[in-house]
T-cell receptor
Framework: SAVISQKPSRDICQRGTSLTIQCQVD?????MFWYRQQPGQSLTLIAT?????????ESGFVIDKFPISRPNLTFSTLTVSNMSPEDSSIYLC?????????FGPGTRLLVL | GQQVMQIPQYQHVQEGEDFTTYCNSS?????IQWYKQRPGGHPVFLIQ?????EVKKQKRLTFQFGEAKKNSSLHITATQTTDVGTYFC??????????FGGGTRVLVKP
């Protein structure tokens, strides 16, 4: 299994600003993902963070809004840009294991 | 694209009773996974099912994968307060990403 940490654990931000979320894994992993979970909802995949190349975004998510970095096999960042109240959500980093995915503790974001 | 539906959305269970949550995929899956998310927590992997008709048990939890590999169920017997949380199924078609169902939110009445 993989141990994943995320920073910050929570934040309250003003609309129009940006927040960068960090994800650190205790081992090298090939596949790293970013999910969004809106209050009381399921998990929606934002993008797959690729090491050494641009992230692969899912339908409805764009790089200008959610730029992602993946400088190495243990670390990634997700930036939520030009935030609005609709971006209030939990953002989860995840990595793929052999039979499952492991999730970080999440970053709880509230945009005022 | 692939869709995964889960029912019921909410499940209120009397402690000691049994219940089942169901998961249906719009496409044939290579495997299905189940996760549990406690209130305020993050999803935690429970099990993966790969074979058609597969049944796996974890103590009071029984997981089943349909013959057509498009549906799955989770049955919990003798529900306890520790079973509170949201149970998600997540389906994976060959080579594709994991698609999560909407989840079943379980509340246990003592």
């Amino acid at each position: 299994s993989a141990v994943i940490s995320q920073k910050p654990s929570r934040d309250i931000c003003q609309r129009g600003t940006s927040l960068t979320i960090q994800c650190q894994v205790d081992s090298q992993v090939t596949m790293m993902f970013w999910y969004r979970q809106q209050p009381g909802q399921s998990l929606t995949l934002i993008a797959t963070a690729n090491q050494g190349s641009e992230a692969t975004y899912e339908s409805g998510f764009v790089i200008d809004k959610f730029p992602i970095s993946r400088p190495n096999l243990t670390f990634s960042t997700l930036t939520v840009s030009n935030m609005s109240p609709e971006d209030s959500s939990i953002y989860l980093c995840s990595v793929a294991g052999l039979k499952s995915q492991y999730f970080g503790p999440g970053t709880r974001l509230l945009v005022l | 694209g692939q869709q995964v539906m889960q029912i019921p959305q909410y499940q209120h269970v009397q402690e000691g009773e049994d219940f089942t949550t169901y998961c249906n995929s719009s496409t044939t899956l290579s495997n299905i996974q189940w996760y549990k998310q406690r209130p305020g927590g993050h999803p935690v992997f429970l099990i993966q099912l790969v074979k058609s008709g597969e049944v796996k048990k974890q103590k009071r939890l029984t997981f089943q994968f349909g013959e057509a590999k498009k549906n799955s169920s989770l049955h919990i017997t003798a529900t306890q307060t520790t079973d509170v949380g949201t149970y998600f199924c997540a389906g994976q078609a060959a080579g594709n990403k994991l698609t999560f169902g909407g989840g079943t939110r379980v509340l246990v009445k003592p």
